[in-house]
């Protein structure tokens, strides 16, 4: 199994590539526009493209879907599926919860998490957990109200029960470092911290940017 992550775009984007070393069938997760980087590793790689995933439809996750496709070639794109979460539009491939994709010898599994968006997802594939916007390091993605918040918290437990030594990969670095893992984010990470207790995490949500100021968190 092939992993390699790409700082992307003007949010500080990551996006994903995820290919089977023997098949050479990839997947790219949430490619922002100006994807020039993650084409070239593709075409250097001599790697078919089975799907494009977006773990949410905010444009800085979807912006490079076109550009993927078009580089692809006209025969090789005609095999591509972008993949979403079924509450989400325009997409060629609709998942929902617990939906496997098989890529190659590699299985990707699919947990809906939503909380951020509706249609937000995470993908599961051997040890390593592709979280979007859910899950960043030492943070979570907003939420715009009580009930968004809700919704996010109990995603969140949900991934707080994976196996310790999952690797996270967020959609954006917005933490002190590119990569954590489930065990690393329950310990460290405020929010997570506070997954017992509801209005324990929505306070911290509400109070995020004090909090950040008291610790010195960027």
Not at 135 to 163: C, D, H, P, Y
Not at 172 to 194: A, L, M, W
């Amino acid at each position: 199994m092939f992993i390699k992550q790409f700082k992307l775009g003007e949010y500080d984007n990551f996006s994903y590539l995820i290919a089977d070393e023997l098949t050479k069938k990839c997947a790219v997760i949430d490619p922002p526009a100006g994807a020039d980087a993650l084409i070239e590793e593709l075409i250097g790689r001599e790697l078919e493209i089975s799907y494009i995933i977006n773990t949410h439809y905010h444009f800085d996750h979807t912006a490079g879907n076109r550009e993927i496709i078009r580089a692809a070639g006209e025969q090789a794109a005609a095999k591509i599926r972008v993949v979403q979460q079924s509450a989400a539009p325009g997409a060629q491939l609709k998942v929902n919860d617990g939906d496997v994709l098989p890529l190659g010898k590699l299985a990707l599994e699919i947990l809906h998490t939503p909380g951020h968006t509706g249609d937000s997802i995470c993908i599961l594939a051997n040890e390593h957990l592709f979280t979007g916007d859910t899950l960043f390091v030492g943070k979570v993605g907003g939420t715009n109200s009580e009930e968004g918040a809700l919704i996010q918290f109990n995603s969140l437990n949900r991934l707080m029960k994976l196996r310790d030594h999952i690797i996270v990969w967020p959609g954006h670095d917005y933490g002190v470092k590119p990569s954590s893992t489930i065990k690393e984010e329950r310990e460290h990470n405020p929010f997570c911290q506070r997954l017992t207790d509801f209005r324990e995490f929505y306070y911290l949500k509400e109070n995020w940017l004090s909090y950040k100021e008291q610790h010195g968190i960027a």
